[in-house]
DNA sequence: ATGTTCTTTGCGGGTTCCCGCAAAAGCCGG
DNA sequence: CCGGCTTTTGCGGGAACCCGCAAAGAACAT
């Protein structure tokens, strides 16, 4: 058995090394990549290795990096290592996933022995291993409290870009109205009409588009990676439209 | 002499610990503290030691822990030991040193030899010691070049919170056509005038308020910590203004 | 086929935003 | 005190946004 080991900090590296050293004897070699893409070069050339993967890494994060091993070769078992729960993290991955794939998410907050198991349950007995509190945002994610549906959360990613009403309706292929009504759920969601205190009588308002987009931020449900990518995706798409 | 360490992860936080033991012999104690609040906290109680402080921590963060330690304390040197050098974070950090006091900024990605050199420098010779990616965005962020005046930058904020026209203009005391003066600057300046390919003749356009800001945190103008702070200031001012 | 429920679409108007234009107000060297 | 200079403010209009209302469609059980 090989592990390659993708992690930019050489602190959380050489953790990472020692931990698959004492986790996993039967493992014949550790290799280890510094980035996101030297992980995917070695991926290609050690093709049987299974992965832990760091989410946050510079200049590619290590979703897509994921997503490029995942696209080559969908049986890879990878574990992610992340500082963070974000619903944006926990989003981006479970929309890459292949079906039928065995991968864990382990927060870095976790003991050693929670990373021994996982390392073991995903790598030996090839089962899926969330941690608790990954599991938790997973579920208010999915379920209906609170959560936003993938077509909501595709409407507020596109507001957040700075995408107008008229630019998404093309974009998404639905007439303005819609658009505006998936704004207003989304309005509703975030619970953005809190006025601010003014000292003539009326109240002034929030910029509603705004403020929902730095709410989200504020909640966890957009995060920087998550709006890098979604960019990268609308300048494509921006190159499909005047082809 | 003693050492306080605040610092959220137990890796980057031993590390710290062994290397200050190396670099500074004369060092008689070393305390650690887990988080933001635990580091004011030993602060107080410690109160002729220096400061090695993480910028990004959960749920306080370090900017904040200086602030306050400062407060009490505005001779108390801080090497501030960070992952990002965002323009963030720099302009955070600048706004709450006090005048005179020397303090530090080196990444978590200099070498060690980087990292004693800076503790030995601003702990025992008392003198600024600012990483040199760090230098680049100051100089980026104080000199003309692309940067932010501070009236720009408590603009941006602003509408990144999402207040209305109406409402900054309140809240800074200046006219709304000021506002919108101000605006319009930083539009020239983050842009945003791109326009988005259409397949009828006429182009769409972004929304300028809501393109600006995601451009901004995407050139790391802004991040979580920025607009974290910013929101708690707001909520004062709000609660000030219906007093 | 019929009724119920949910989503999508169109219309209209009140509000806010974006910005060109020009007058008014500060700032300085003469 | 007076001509420049920048900055601030007011006005007005076109565009985009927010949203209530109601008709049209789609999904599904009876």
Chains 1, 2 share one sequence.
């Not at 493992?27 to 990549?33: G, L």
């Not at 870095?108 to 996982?118: D, G, N, Q, V, Y």
């Not at 507001?159 to 639905?174: C, F, N, S």
Request: aromatic letters at 6%; a negative charge.
């Amino acid at each position: 058995m090989k592990v390659l080991i993708v992690e930019d900090d050489p602190l959380h590296r050489s953790y990472l090394h020692e931990s698959v050293n004492a986790a996993l004897p039967e493992c014949s070699a550790v290799i280890e990549a510094a980035s996101g893409g030297e992980g995917e070069v070695l991926a290609r050339q050690h093709d049987k290795a299974h992965i832990v993967m760091d989410l946050q890494m510079q200049p590619r994060t290590g979703i897509e990096a994921a997503r490029t091993i995942w696209r080559e070769r969908p049986g890879t078992r990878i574990l992610f290592w992340s500082n963070y729960a974000d619903e944006a993290y926990v989003r981006g991955v479970s929309r890459i996933v292949p079906d039928g794939a065995a991968y864990g998410y382990v927060l870095k907050s976790a003991s050693e022995e929670r990373l021994k198991l996982a390392l073991r349950s995903i790598f030996v007995e090839n089962q899926c291993v969330i941690d608790r509190e990954v599991r938790g945002t997973q579920a208010m994610s999915f379920g209906q409290t609170g959560g936003f549906t993938d077509a909501e959360y595709e409407i507020l990613v596109d507001i957040a870009l700075g995408l107008t009403d008229r630019a998404i309706a093309d974009r998404r292929r639905m007439s303005l109205r819609s658009v505006q009504n998936r704004l207003q759920q989304i309005y509703d969601k975030l619970d953005v009409y809190q006025a601010t205190g003014q000292t003539t009588g009326s109240e002034s308002q929030f910029n509603l588009r705004s403020r929902a987009v730095t709410t989200a931020i504020l909640r966890k449900l957009l995060n920087y990676g998550a709006l890098e990518r979604a960019e990268a995706e609308l300048q494509d798409w921006i190159g499909g439209q005047k082809h």
